[in-house]
């Protein structure tokens, strides 16, 4: 359980209990094309299908930029003829959700605008869409799995309300995939550079660091030096207490209080060779390495030696069982992308041709019915918010840029579902207090890339889905989402296509001089500074590194790549060695989010914590904000 945030069983404690079973542009708003795609209103215009660099694409952050770092934003807005009962600055899952619930609240008759700086919706619920050899492929743009252990009966009912089904996408997925059961067989790769060779150990991973199994013949099969593999070996068997000085009352506090990578250096002997091999975990889900990371907060992601912090006394019996459907998440093939996508469809009906029977996972949507006129809800994209104030006691201005052109528009309500670093230059009106709380909480920046192979047999000659890759550019990768849902169905033939899914922290290593939000900041610099073809060729070598033996070919075999650059990522969620354990009440999110006259704050920011559950909470609570007014 996470102690600050007590979401029952989420992404960052799914493996608890295992053991028990680019620089500022210096470009003026007005210079700058905020949508750069061309014909971006056209039918044929399909942002799932496009390649290369996504996410935080050219022409979605310089705006916003522009506006942080310089203070810069339009003189002169030209003030457009549509009035609305809402304006949902975000088209992310929180600020779909806060327009689908103020339209049950409000009425069927609400005029709303959604405003968005990307090319398409979904925020990090990004589709991304292949075609190959016939297939249609999908993959995930960063928002992956539904922690339906972790959700509220609210956040439950919306989304069966709006279509998931939950039983459904269980069953739809096939068996031993490692993103959905963590406790599956899958392989550890060590790359040339840190540890010698290119090789792969295909075990129990996540069961062995528990010490079920024959954990020892698997780290002995890493083939490290012998001081690393015994302390492994000691740290997983529980047999040496490497904290005999400390007493058991003592230990919590010690766990809080001292990183995983110091216990690791310091108690166990283990070299940074060794420390590597249990942060693939900790990468994906805390986007920091382990000396960022506490101890305890290590051990809910699954890494080694968690009965040495506090080992079980003899007389404690029998362990409870546990059901392992907690740590089994449903998902869709293209991650919650299909949970942005049956927002939408709901939103605005035309997009699907008006059908909501049809299977949204296969349903092609039809971008230009996204802000049409006559429509009572309109979502338009490639539109960058730069300022929101409340006029009067009755109605709230909304500036934006799109290409090129500065508008502003009105309405009686406004909900801010982006980005809560950016609400303090959005609304200027905001006391200092309430901005420094908004701006505590730092993104932590990631990189999600498909890749697109024209034929799957080099990756799947191992027979598992997914490999963890300590001290590579990649932390994980796995193939895309197994998942046969509705009509669709994933390629499965040994000569098919098929999408890699892979995940990279550019976050660089915490020490004792910085903060993780420091770390974090200095990772989306280097984030942005990035090229696609840098990241390419990252990509690439690790793919080879990986799979050459098996006889992948990069210019044979890569057929796409899709780049989904996050450099404002999961929402901050407080760490033990960061942050203080605020008061209820009285940690900055919450202090933060306070609403501004007719103007609400949503976002998982607004809840300190990155999951679907989050956005949607913070989005019901700023709808009953604004309807209260």
């Known amino acids: 359980m996470n102690k600050k945030n007590p979401l029952k069983i989420t992404r960052r404690d ?22 750069s795609q061309e014909g971006a209103h056209a039918p044929q215009f399909y942002p799932p299908s496009l390649t290369g660099m996504r996410g935080n694409h050219p022409g979605s952050f310089e705006v916003a930029h522009a506006l942080a770092r310089e203070g810069q934003r339009p003189d002169e807005f030209e003030l457009l003829d549509e009035a609305y009962d809402l304006v949902v600055v975000g088209a992310g899952i929180s600020g779909l959700t806060a327009a689908y619930l103020f339209r049950k609240q409000y009425g069927p008759d609400a ?5 968005d700086n990307h090319d398409d919706f979904g925020g990090h619920a990004k589709r991304n869409e292949f075609s190959s050899q016939g297939h249609v492929l999908l993959g995930v743009g960063g928002s992956l799995n539904l922690e339906q252990a972790a959700m509220g009966e609210a956040e439950l009912s919306l989304l ?3 279509g998931v089904n939950f039983g459904e996408l269980r069953e739809s997925i096939e068996p031993g995939y490692l993103i959905h059961d963590p406790m599956s067989q899958h392989g ?3 790359n040339r550079a840190v540890y010698g060779a290119d090789r792969s150990v295909v075990a129990d991973w996540n069961l062995l660091w528990a010490g079920i199994g024959d954990f020892e013949g698997a780290i002995r099969s890493l083939k490290l030096s012998k001081a690393d593999e015994q302390g492994l070996i000691a740290l997983v068997s529980g047999e040496n207490d490497f904290l005999q000085d400390i007493p058991l009352v003592d230990r919590e506090h010690f766990g809080r209080t001292t990183s995983y990578a110091t216990f690791l250096r310091e108690r166990v002997g283990l070299s940074e060779q060794g420390i590597k091999i249990t942060e693939p975990w900790v990468k994906a889900l805390h986007c920091a390495g382990a000396e960022a990371v506490s101890i305890q907060e290590v051990f809910r992601a699954g890494a080694p030696g968690s009965n040495t912090l506090m080992p079980m006394a003899a007389s404690e019996g029998e362990e409870e069982s546990v059901d392992p459907d907690a740590y089994r998440y449903p998902m869709f093939p ?9 927002l939408v469809r709901q939103l605005i009906p035309a997009v699907v041709g008006g059908d909501l029977a049809q299977d949204v996972v296969t349903s092609k949507f039809d971008y230009s019915q996204l802000d049409q006129e006559d429509a009572l809800v309109r979502l338009r994209l490639n539109s960058s918010v730069v300022n929101a104030r ?11 840029v799109a290409k090129g052109e500065a508008k502003a528009v009105r309405a009686k309500h406004c909900i801010l579902a982006g980005y809560g670093g950016i609400v303090p230059h959005l609304c200027p009106e905001l006391p200092e207090a309430q901005k420094e709380h908004l701006a505590y909480g730092v993104k932590a920046p990631f990189i999600c890339t498909n890749v697109l192979l024209r034929n799957s047999e080099a990756v799947r000659k191992a027979g598992v889905s997914g490999y963890q890759c300590p001290g590579s550019f990649y932390s ?5 989402p197994p998942v046969n849902v509705g009509d669709f169905r994933v390629p499965s033939e040994a000569n098919d296509p098929v999408v890699m899914w892979m995940l990279h922290s550019p976050t660089p290593q915490v020490t004792n001089a910085m903060s993780a939000r420091d770390a974090y900041r200095l990772g989306r610099h280097k984030l942005l500074s990035m090229s696609f073809e840098e990241i390419e060729a990252a990509t690439i070598n690790q793919l080879a590194g990986m799979f050459g033996s098996a006889g992948f070919n990069a210019g044979r075999d890569v057929e796409a790549i899709t780049v989904n650059r996050w450099a404002h990522g999961y929402a901050y969620e407080y760490m033990d060695l960061h942050d203080p354990d605020w ?47």
């Open 188 to 190: 550890m790769y060590l």
């Open 111 to 115: 005029k709303i605008l959604i405003l």
């Open 14 to 35: 799914f493996l608890d209990g295992m053991a028990l079973a680019g620089g500022a542009m210096a470009l003026a708003p007005l210079q700058i094309l905020a949508g």
């Open 583 to 629: 008061p209820a009440g009285q940690a900055p999110h919450e202090l933060g989010r306070k609403p501004i006259g007719r103007i609400a704050i949503a976002n998982s920011d607004a809840e300190a914590a990155a999951y679907v559950q989050t956005a949607i909470r913070a989005a019901l609570r700023a709808v009953s904000e604004v309807l209260s007014q």
């Open 390 to 400: 409340n006029l009067d006691d009755e109605q709230v201005e909304i500036a934006y």
């Open 476 to 480: 994980l990768l796995a193939s895309a």
């Open 334 to 342: 293209d991650g919650n992308a299909s949970v942005a996508r049956l």
């Open 160 to 162: 069966e309300e709006i």
